[in-house]
């Protein structure tokens, strides 16, 4: 019964932190232009983002098999509040820069720590719990952004509501601490002291090393290296496409309650999407379910040019994209989740957030280059041929994963 209360929590807790970070996140890069960054700098500055994950996602990881998901969800949250207080302050690039790395570490320490959170019990107890927490992550994807819209809408300069909606979003991170405070309390932790990994290892030198090693032997798991590769893939293409959308939607002429209903849309579809996932994972096998996801989402880049010359056609387009992405995460949780003790989930999912971040880290940097060089419908629409041609590669990878599992 306290198990089924804290997957609970996790899946709605999840939720309003997807929602605080929607609220705010679409109007970072726009909120960066209005400062005077370029396109280069824009691209850069979303790197950097995924830049301090890279370096602390095994040891998260660890800590969170250490340490318990509900206090190191406290300290996520402590940095989340750090980066949306930053940005409600900045008035140029170095402090925008700082709340990028608040805002990597909070998302890697919180995502990971709720998907370990949920990711407890038999093998259909937690299958059901991820989809719900997959649905309601959508679900905050999907009212971030008509929140922040509607904040932002309600000031005559685009400055001063980009500002409000950073605020709103930071004194959402103060309700949800407060929750986190309440449930962290009757919480059963983890006996520090009977854990595997004391704390003094984690934060040494050696153990820094020690805890990637232990990722890195989770990965010769075939089922963790698919659900790692599709997992790299999607997260490729929606950081491109979260990060540079609205900027885009901005240049062809889309007002900023237009480009928050896009994005709201998105996560709509993505939490639409969970209601099918059942049907469709009982007819067809979970490679091709993510590689027909990868497929959409990359056709979506490369179509966006094209569909920006209608409000109705963009509109649709983002729908599709936020399907083609809604499917991936549970799927690729559940395949990993499958092959690996409940002992090393938090470990398990500090390596895929790991990998997210290579991604996040790859997809604006580069996409940045292209558009500062070439212009953002000709980074579009080579980004789109890019990716269409590295997911019939995928294809191929995923037909040998289905057969060695025949055999």
Same mark, same amino acid.
């Given at each position: 019964?306290?198990?089924?209360?804290?997957?609970?929590?996790?899946?709605?807790?999840?939720?309003?932190?997807?929602?605080?970070?929607?609220?705010?996140?679409?109007?970072?890069?726009?909120?960066?232009?209005?400062?005077?960054?370029?396109?280069?700098?824009?691209?850069?500055?979303?790197?950097?983002?995924?830049?301090?994950?890279?370096?602390?996602?095994?040891?998260?990881?660890?800590?969170?098999?250490?340490?318990?998901?509900?206090?190191?969800?406290?300290?996520?949250?402590?940095?989340?509040?750090?980066?949306?207080?930053?940005?409600?302050?900045?008035?140029?690039?170095?402090?925008?820069?700082?709340?990028?790395?608040?805002?990597?570490?909070?998302?890697?320490?919180?995502?990971?720590? *709720?998907?370990?959170?949920?990711?407890? &019990?038999?093998?259909?107890?937690?299958?059901?719990?991820?989809?719900?927490?997959?649905?309601?992550?959508?679900?905050?994807?999907?009212?971030?952004?008509?929140?922040?819209?509607?904040?932002?809408?309600?000031?005559?300069?685009?400055?001063?509501?980009?500002?409000?909606?950073?605020?709103?979003?930071?004194?959402?991170?103060?309700?949800?601490?407060?929750?986190?405070?309440? *449930?962290?309390?009757?919480? !059963?932790?983890?006996?520090?002291?009977?854990?595997?990994?004391?704390?003094?290892?984690?934060?040494?030198?050696?153990?820094?090393?020690?805890?990637?090693?232990?990722?890195?032997?989770?990965?010769?798991?075939?089922?963790?290296? *698919?659900?790692?590769?599709?997992?790299?893939?999607?997260?490729?293409?929606?950081?491109?496409?979260?990060?540079?959308?609205?900027?885009?939607?901005?240049? /062809?002429?889309?007002?900023?309650?237009?480009?928050?209903?896009?994005?709201?849309?998105?996560?709509?579809?993505?939490?639409?999407?969970?209601?099918?996932? &059942?049907?469709?994972?009982?007819?067809?096998?979970?490679?091709?379910?993510?590689?027909?996801?990868?497929?959409?989402?990359?056709?979506? /880049?490369?179509?966006?040019?094209?569909?920006?010359?209608?409000?109705?056609?963009?509109?649709?387009? /983002?729908?599709?994209?936020?399907?083609?992405?809604?499917?991936?995460?549970?799927?690729?949780?559940?395949?990993?989740?499958?092959?690996?003790? !409940?002992?090393?989930?938090?470990?398990?999912?500090?390596?895929?957030?790991?990998?997210?971040?290579?991604?996040?880290?790859?997809?604006?940097?580069?996409?940045?280059?292209?558009?500062?060089?070439?212009?953002?419908?000709?980074?579009?629409?080579?980004?789109?041929?890019?990716?269409?041609?590295?997911? *019939? &590669?995928?294809?191929?990878?995923?037909?040998?994963?289905?057969?060695?599992?025949?055999?």
């Amino acid at each position: 019964m306290q198990a089924e209360r804290y997957r609970q929590f996790g899946v709605y807790a999840g939720g309003l932190f997807f929602t605080i970070t929607g609220l705010s996140g679409q109007f970072f890069t726009l909120y960066a232009q209005e400062l005077g960054a370029s396109t280069l700098t824009i691209g850069l500055l979303v790197t950097l983002r995924a830049v301090l994950p890279i370096f602390i996602a095994m040891p998260s990881g660890q800590l969170i098999d250490s340490i318990g998901p509900m206090k190191m969800l406290i300290a996520g949250n402590v940095c989340l509040f750090l980066s949306l207080v930053l940005n409600a302050t900045a008035t140029g690039v170095v402090v925008l820069a700082l709340s990028q790395f608040f805002l990597g570490a909070s998302v890697i320490i919180m995502a990971s720590s *709720f998907q370990v959170l949920v990711s407890t &019990g038999d093998k259909a107890t937690r299958n059901e719990a991820i989809k719900k927490y997959s649905m309601w992550m959508s679900a905050g994807g999907m009212l971030g952004p008509l929140l922040g819209g509607l904040v932002a809408s309600a000031f005559p300069g685009q400055m001063d509501g980009y500002r409000a909606a950073f605020y709103a979003a930071a004194a959402s991170c103060g309700l949800l601490m407060v929750a986190l405070l309440w *449930f962290s309390r009757t919480y !059963e932790h983890p006996r520090i002291a009977e854990g595997d990994v004391q704390l003094t290892e984690i934060f040494s030198v050696g153990g820094f090393f020690a805890s990637y090693r232990r990722g890195i032997d989770l990965a010769g798991n075939r089922p963790v290296q *698919f659900g790692l590769t599709a997992t790299f893939l999607i997260m490729y293409i929606q950081s491109l496409y979260n990060s540079f959308l609205p900027l885009y939607m901005d240049s /062809v002429g889309f007002s900023t309650m237009i480009i928050s209903t896009a994005l709201a849309l998105n996560g709509l579809s993505g939490m639409l999407s969970r209601f099918v996932l &059942g049907g469709l994972m009982s007819r067809l096998s979970p490679e091709y379910i993510l590689s027909a996801a990868g497929f959409a989402a990359a056709a979506c /880049v490369a179509l966006t040019p094209l569909a920006a010359a209608n409000v109705w056609t963009m509109l649709a387009l /983002v729908t599709v994209m936020g399907g083609a992405v809604g499917v991936n995460l549970p799927v690729s949780i559940m395949i990993m989740v499958d092959a690996v003790g !409940e002992t090393e989930r938090g470990k398990l999912m500090g390596l895929r957030l790991l990998v997210n971040r290579f991604s996040q880290v790859l997809s604006p940097a580069m996409f940045g280059v292209l558009g500062h060089a070439f212009g953002l419908t000709a980074a579009l629409y080579g980004g789109g041929v890019f990716l269409l041609a590295t997911m *019939f &590669g995928f294809s191929a990878y995923a037909s040998r994963t289905r057969q060695l599992r025949g055999s």
